[in-house]
């Protein structure tokens, strides 16, 4: 009898998988579930909020992030997903600097396009200036740059040229400064000129480093500007000299510099 009930149990059961509608029904009850689920992740994605950094106060251009102007906020992580741009991991921002080309509002996320390596900012070259130095301005133009040929990383000479009131007005010129390094090239507004642009824009500044006592003369020879003209040379190019100029050693032109000082004081 038992045995009788077991198989006829399994009968029906075969009966009833077996049949076409049940497993349709099976099949569709199946899909219902599938997506009932799916939709109860999707949503809890939806609302699950994430953390993300934000400024807690308006940091400008150039400006290194520290870790006290960075707080975390927690977003709707739709918004998270759908913005490739923001950044979502606080080490990523901690460190970085501000864009030369932008700022960041206070409460603001923070995006990719806004931060910068150190070496990626224009005047990179500045933060290894060593101690003992300064960074000094050339006034220049397009024809004392031959062409708005010189860019930063090249290496030039600065030549001195002037008149010696006490040695018969003799005109002298040299090399003040042989083979220095240009940190930037800027024109009349402080924007950087970059090489290899297709806008190039018109040079009104030099910007090199040298020592402090170097820079002391440098700025010095501005006093007297009328009779004392500074000039970059590209390293190693022949500088063309006027008619009658005698070419003296830096040592010369140091002495004939610190010379005028003595005189205008």
């Known amino acids: 009898m038992g045995k009788n009930k077991s198989k006829s149990g399994m009968g029906v059961i075969k009966r009833f998988v077996g049949n076409k509608n049940t497993v349709t029904i099976l099949g569709f009850a199946a899909c219902i579930v599938t997506l009932i689920i799916g939709y109860n992740i999707r949503v809890r994605d939806a609302i699950s909020p994430s953390t993300l950094p934000y400024a807690k106060q308006s940091i400008p251009s150039r400006t290194l992030i520290t870790d006290e102007m960075v707080g975390r906020i927690k977003i709707a992580s739709t918004y998270v997903n759908e913005a490739n741009n923001v950044v979502k991991n606080y080490k990523e921002v901690v460190g970085k600097y501000v864009s030369h080309k932008t700022s960041i509002s206070k409460g603001s996320l923070f995006y990719k396009d806004q931060l910068s390596d150190a070496n ?103 006093w007297v500007k009328g009779d004392i003209e500074l000039s970059p040379v590209i390293f190693n190019k022949n500088y063309t000299t006027a008619a009658g100029e005698t070419e003296v050693p830096s040592e010369y032109l140091q002495q004939f510099i610190k010379d005028q000082i003595h005189v205008f004081n």
């Open 120 to 222: 990626e900012m224009p005047d990179a070259a500045f933060a290894n200036i060593e101690d003992g130095q300064t960074v000094f301005s050339l006034e220049v133009d397009k024809e004392t740059t031959f062409a708005n040929s010189i860019r930063a990383g090249d290496y030039i000479d600065i030549y001195m040229s002037a008149k010696d009131f006490n040695n018969n007005n003799l005109a002298i010129y040299g090399p003040l400064i042989k083979s220095i390094r240009v940190l930037a090239v800027k024109d009349s507004k402080g924007n950087n000129i970059v090489k290899n642009t297709l806008a190039y824009g018109e040079p009104s500044e030099l910007l090199f480093a040298v020592d402090d006592d170097m820079f002391d003369l440098l700025m010095a020879t501005e």
